[in-house]
């Protein structure tokens, strides 16, 4: 029985000027949602490896030192409650800088040998 479906002879068109165009997408657009996955899942990708930045690490300390000074403001001693808070949120934010960016060094180091470890494959 003869088949009753062409195959499609050239991928490529030529123009009167001797230019060629090549087709352009074949097959079904991504929709939206998938649109949305993947760009979700590239930025992820893209926020996991860069390396830790000192700068990132000050932003989420002070985000951390804002939060807990605003809680020691509402909940903390009545006496001096202000110069308390302040002073704690002061040693916090000392301290969570470089933890801060250490914990991220590592874990970013981590993922960076993970990932290496991937690329190799199981060994033959």
Do not use: C
């Amino acid at each position: 029985m003869a088949q009753t479906r062409r195959k499609r002879r050239t991928k490529h068109r030529g123009t009167a000027a001797g230019n060629i165009e090549t087709r352009g997408r074949t097959g079904r657009p991504p929709s939206a949602e998938e649109k949305k996955r993947l760009s979700r899942e590239e930025a992820r990708e893209r926020r996991l490896n860069t390396p830790p930045t000192w700068k990132n690490a000050l932003a989420r300390a002070g985000i951390a030192a804002v939060l807990m000074f605003a809680f020691l403001l509402v909940a903390g001693p009545k006496q001096n409650r202000f110069v308390f808070a302040i002073s704690f949120a002061v040693i916090a934010m000392a301290l969570y800088v470089p933890a801060g960016y250490y914990f991220e060094l590592f874990m970013y180091r981590r993922r960076m040998a993970k990932k290496a470890s991937a690329d190799k494959g199981p060994p033959k």
